[in-house]
């Protein structure tokens, strides 16, 4: 079994990874202390993906609740889904972040990492064969960043070979909920460059329009926000969990989803998204599903996909959906929208299918887009870090907390590199004499004699 090992950082990241828990308990038919409750077999034949068997039949989440205070915890352990988890995986301190970086990466955090890192020993030691690891966190506050770049730095350098990823919630183009954001974003955005092999973006202020234009609910709150984000984390999960036609799970994904070992952050989406009071007058089918995920509107970051190219995306259809069907719907989409996506991968959709819908839907899918518009997100940061660090802004706090004004500049830089990237990508054509299989000693030498400019197609 392939088993992935959940880590929820911050305020954040433990109410998203509250909803992901209870949307996947559901779906396995699972109570809310952990007993089967469900009537098909399926719901149990890979349930040990997420979940540990305890000895009295418990199904425990293999799940560690990370925060440096204790608030947020103590709400979880007094939910109603509370229950499910090991009480020996809460694991805080007392005083906070307060919104600061260097508090997590550095002093409160570096104590309180040593702890976290032995549960996730102790978990890794009773699985049979890891898979890897994903992370639930904020880039805006002090814990998710600070603490979660360190959790996923120390990750990194004790399971070098097991897959890394991260739901990341990043910031909003209108609305900031800290002060010092822009700091915290662009120094973990140079930790997930380095450690990460791949980061789902998300962002609240699109979950909100999404809330409010598609599903037409009056005053959405985060619990609402948080059962989007819910529904694409147990989609990208699903053909771990479940049996499909066509399978697919981390390493597959992340080796279709990422050309370039840099460029590895994602948009997402899910469908059918429609307002409960339309559901009995629309009928979904998979035409109407792939519409929807290439909706702009349906991007759950406030990115215009529009406004780059498509390197790779991919397609997770859960149902009884035939296969022909996808692939007919996905040829129309790369032919009818060939301008936004780059023309040197040819075949660049994944698509994956799995026989178990979600629970009260009888199909859905889950997109992934590894789009170079997402530099939109990194260029506004940027700026606002520019404007805040050229007058040395609040920085004695981070300072004081044992971090040197060089950091600040090397993850900028960092930063500035990942946009050329991006852009270098977005803006590469396709040259008409493309070298052939000749070895590579021929190759090196003709492109060494060729000074000519190499023509190119529009």
């Known amino acids: 079994m392939r088993e992935i090992i959940h880590i929820q950082a911050g305020q954040c990241g433990n109410q998203i990874g509250h909803a992901f828990w209870e949307s996947i308990a559901q779906e396995h038919g699972l109570d809310v202390n952990g007993y089967y409750v469900g009537d098909n077999a399926l719901q149990l034949a890979r349930i040990n993906v997420f979940f540990n068997e305890g000895s009295t039949g418990k199904y425990v989440p293999r799940s560690i609740l990370v925060d440096l205070e204790p608030s947020v915890l103590n709400g979880i352990r007094q939910s109603d889904f509370g229950r499910l988890f090991r009480p020996d995986n809460f694991v805080h301190g007392q005083d906070g972040a307060g919104n600061n970086w260097a508090c997590g990466y550095y002093t409160d955090g570096t104590d309180l990492s040593d702890k976290v890192m032995d549960v996730v020993r102790k978990e890794a030691e009773t699985v049979d064969c890891l898979q890897g690891f994903q992370m639930a966190h904020s880039l805006g506050g002090g814990t998710g960043s600070g603490l979660g770049s360190l959790l996923l730095q120390r990750i990194r350098e004790e399971y070098p070979d097991r897959m890394l990823c991260s739901y990341s919630v990043v910031p909003s183009p209108k609305v900031s909920d800290t002060v010092v954001e822009p700091y915290n974003v662009v120094l973990t955005v140079h930790q997930l460059v380095e450690h990460c092999d791949a980061t789902f973006c998300i962002d609240n202020e699109a979950l909100y329009d999404i809330c409010i234009r598609t599903l037409k609910l009056q005053s959405p709150d985060y619990a609402d926000l948080n059962q989007l984000v819910s529904r694409v984390m147990s989609g990208v999960s699903t053909s771990l969990r479940f049996p499909g036609q066509l399978n697919s799970d981390l390493r597959k994904l992340f080796v279709n989803m990422v050309p370039f070992p840099r460029l590895h952050f994602f948009m997402v989406g899910f469908a059918p998204l429609t307002a409960m ?14 519409t929807q995920m290439f909706d702009a509107r349906n991007m759950m970051a406030a990115v215009d996909p529009r406004q780059g190219r498509y390197l790779t995306v991919a397609t997770m259809f859960r149902g009884r959906i035939s296969s022909k069907e996808v692939e007919d719907q996905m040829l129309a989409v790369q032919k009818k929208d060939a301008v936004y996506f780059v023309e040197w991968i040819p075949n660049s959709i994944k698509t994956s ?3 178990i819908p979600p629970v009260g839907l009888h199909m859905s899918s889950t997109f992934i887009a590894n789009s170079t518009a997402i530099q939109e997100i990194f260029k506004r940061v940027r700026l606002q870090f520019r404007a805040m660090f050229r007058r040395k802004a609040f920085l004695h706090w981070y300072t004081s907390s044992g971090m040197d004004e060089s950091e600040f500049t090397e993850s900028e830089s960092n930063l500035q590199d990942l946009l050329q990237e991006y852009q270098q990508y977005q803006d590469a054509p396709v040259s008409d004499n493309e070298p052939g299989m000749e070895d590579d000693l021929m190759l090196a030498d003709t492109e060494m004699q ?9």
């Open 277 to 290: 009071a339309s559901q009995k007058y629309r009928h979904i089918s998979v035409h109407e599903l792939t």
């Open 450 to 458: 060729n000074t000519e400019a190499v023509p190119m197609v529009e």
């Open 353 to 355: 299918l799995c026989d």
